[in-house]
């Protein structure tokens, strides 16, 4: 006997998985490791106007059981008029400022006279990171930050 993969997927607390369910072409988790954050996607026959980027999605995943891969934000949401199909992808890191800082905010700004890792320091301090360096640190007379 095949044994055939079940999933269960949540989107901003609503149960969405029989919905999707009878259009569903493929469905992926990416489970990564260390820094990198995991990512899903799905893929649905029909253009649908959810989820919107920055949505929050659950997913489980398995076969008798479901165990939950992780909750994510959507960061891309495209729709393919020529194949009638819409493509999802989500990562555990939430880009779109909801809830958060807008890590994809573009600043411009200078950095005058410090160093390289108080640079990256001060960049993942304003949006609630972690930093890892290693070697040595770089002296940074000027560096502009323009509109990125």
């Given at each position: 006997?095949?044994?055939?993969p079940?999933?269960?997927?949540?989107?901003?607390?609503?149960?969405?998985?029989?919905?999707?369910?009878?259009?569903?072409?493929?469905?992926?988790?990416?489970?990564?490791?260390?820094?990198?954050?995991?990512?899903?996607?799905?893929?649905?026959?029909?253009?649908?106007?959810?989820?919107?980027?920055?949505?929050?999605?659950?997913?489980?995943?398995?076969?008798?059981?479901?165990?939950?891969?992780?909750?994510?934000?959507?960061?891309?949401v495209?729709?393919?008029?020529?194949?009638?199909?819409?493509?999802?992808?989500?990562?555990?890191?939430n880009?779109?400022?909801?809830?958060s800082?807008?890590?994809?905010?573009?600043?411009?700004r200078?950095?005058?006279n410090?160093?390289?890792?108080?640079?990256?320091?001060?960049?993942?301090?304003?949006?609630?990171?972690?930093?890892k360096?290693s070697?040595?640190?770089?002296?940074?007379?000027?560096?502009?930050?323009?509109?990125?």
């Open positions: 006997m095949v044994r055939k079940k999933f269960k997927l949540i989107a901003k607390g609503e149960d969405i998985t029989e919905k999707l369910s009878k259009n569903l072409i493929s469905i992926s988790y990416e489970d990564k490791e260390k820094a990198e954050s995991d990512e899903i996607s799905l893929s649905v026959f029909g253009l649908y106007s959810k989820p919107l980027f920055g949505d929050s999605l659950e997913l489980w995943l398995g076969f008798e059981k479901l165990y939950k891969c992780g909750s994510f934000s959507v960061n891309v495209s729709k393919n008029y020529t194949s009638n199909t819409t493509e999802v992808r989500a990562s555990a890191i880009f779109s400022g909801k809830g800082v807008n890590i994809k905010e573009k600043k411009t200078s950095f005058e410090t160093t390289l890792f108080t640079i990256a320091r001060k960049i993942a301090n304003e949006n609630n990171l972690k930093i360096t070697g040595e640190d770089q002296n940074i007379v000027s560096i502009l930050q323009n509109n990125q």
